[in-house]
């Protein structure tokens, strides 16, 4: 009798523990594939029952999604820097909670490739290092320069201008006279006015700036060419007038008046002209009986 008693209470309570266990928890542990290391922040998600229903591993790497209803699910594992893992169809049921011990791989990125290419800094294809090459805009972009190359070329890293009145330059302590000048391809001894015998520098430079084409200065380790070198190289090349247009320039300044004229000769064969004239400024103020006190006779 007792025994059919219980029986009953049993069978009238079954339908209590039934509605009590219509959810239950999935959790789990999560490492690095590999050293077998907890990840931390580990995003989890059941996607059918919407990305805001998951949780987040802790310090230890475990994780815990509580009140999962019955039935099967799809879980979303996401971590930066890993391979994204998907569980379709996971079982849960009232009886026991999911357990899911998982490892997520590092994910590999191919990316396109790098290449990397050098710059050209010099015209001489046997120089290495030591070498500078400048163009026009150079000599008068520099403080200084007064469109002259040697004045320019004293801003360089050692480099160093004698004196403000000359443009001998003084490469590496090096002495002024071992630095060599040479002008499409021919060795000269001192392209400047007023120079001294024996020297490389001079107060006013013959070379116009205007009609110099990108040029190499060196200041060491001189290919063998250069043999008569021992503190720099100046290798200077003359540009070509311009091929498609007359072009006319005037300019009034230091190193003296100029005019310039340049065009094309004949446009089909690509051939130019390139005319330069300058005459002394002070030879003018001379002329107006203007004697200032640096005059061309007192140099």
């Given at each position: 009798?007792?025994?059919?008693?219980?029986?009953?209470?049993?069978?009238?309570?079954?339908?209590?523990?039934?509605?009590?266990?219509?959810?239950?928890?999935?959790?789990?542990?999560?490492?690095?594939?590999?050293?077998?290391?907890?990840?931390?922040?580990?995003?989890?998600?059941?996607?059918?029952?919407?990305?805001?229903?998951?949780?987040?591993?802790?310090?230890?790497?475990?994780?815990?999604?509580?009140?999962?209803?019955?039935?099967?699910?799809?879980?979303?594992?996401?971590?930066?820097?890993?391979?994204?893992?998907?569980?379709n169809d996971i079982l849960v049921t009232s009886a026991k909670e999911v357990?899911?011990?998982?490892?997520?791989?590092?994910?590999?990125?191919?990316?396109?490739?790098?290449?990397?290419?050098?710059?050209?800094?010099?015209?001489?294809?046997?120089?290495?290092?030591?070498?500078?090459?400048?163009?026009?805009?150079?000599?008068?972009?520099?403080?200084?320069?007064?469109?002259?190359?040697?004045?320019?070329?004293?801003?360089?890293?050692?480099?160093?201008?004698?004196?403000?009145?000359?443009?001998?330059?003084?490469?590496?302590?090096?002495?002024?006279?071992?630095?060599?000048?040479?002008?499409?391809?021919?060795?000269?001894?001192?392209?400047?006015?007023?120079?001294?015998?024996?020297?490389?520098?001079?107060?006013?430079?013959?070379?116009?700036?205007?009609?110099?084409?990108?040029?190499?200065?060196?200041?060491?380790?001189?290919?063998?060419?250069?043999?008569?070198?021992?503190?720099?190289?100046?290798?200077?090349?003359?540009?070509?007038?311009?091929?498609?247009?007359?072009?006319?320039?005037?300019?009034?300044?230091?190193?003296?008046?100029?005019?310039?004229?340049?065009?094309?000769?004949?446009?089909?064969?690509?051939?130019?002209?390139?005319?330069?004239?300058?005459?002394?400024?002070?030879?003018?103020?001379?002329?107006?009986?203007?004697?200032?006190?640096?005059?061309?006779?007192?140099?």
């Open positions: 009798m007792h025994r059919l008693i219980l029986f009953s209470i049993c069978f009238l309570l079954l339908p209590g523990f039934c509605y009590a266990q219509h959810s239950q928890v999935i959790k789990g542990k999560i490492v690095d594939k590999e050293s077998k290391t907890p990840l931390i922040g580990v995003a989890l998600s059941l996607r059918d029952m919407g990305n805001s229903f998951g949780a987040v591993t802790d310090i230890n790497g475990d994780f815990m999604i509580s009140n999962v209803s019955v039935g099967k699910h799809t879980l979303t594992v996401n971590y930066l820097g890993y391979e994204s893992i998907i569980l357990v899911l011990p998982l490892e997520m791989e590092e994910a590999v990125v191919k990316i396109k490739e790098a290449t990397i290419t050098a710059k050209k800094e010099h015209i001489n294809e046997m120089a290495l290092i030591s070498t500078k090459t400048f163009d026009v805009q150079e000599t008068e972009r520099y403080a200084g320069s007064r469109g002259d190359p040697a004045r320019m070329a004293s801003n360089f890293a050692g480099v160093q201008g004698g004196d403000d009145s000359r443009n001998d330059i003084i490469i590496r302590g090096n002495s002024p006279q071992g630095v060599l000048w040479r002008l499409e391809g021919v060795d000269i001894p001192n392209p400047n006015h007023f120079a001294i015998a024996g020297t490389t520098g001079g107060p006013v430079s013959i070379l116009n700036n205007k009609t110099l084409a990108n040029s190499d200065f060196y200041t060491g380790a001189f290919p063998a060419e250069y043999g008569d070198a021992v503190a720099g190289v100046f290798d200077i090349n003359l540009r070509n007038g311009n091929k498609d247009r007359y072009e006319f320039t005037g300019q009034f300044g230091f190193l003296g008046t100029e005019l310039l004229a340049e065009g094309p000769i004949n446009q089909k064969r690509g051939s130019s002209y390139l005319f330069s004239y300058r005459y002394s400024t002070l030879q003018i103020f001379q002329s107006l009986n203007i004697n200032p006190d640096f005059a061309v006779d007192k140099i």
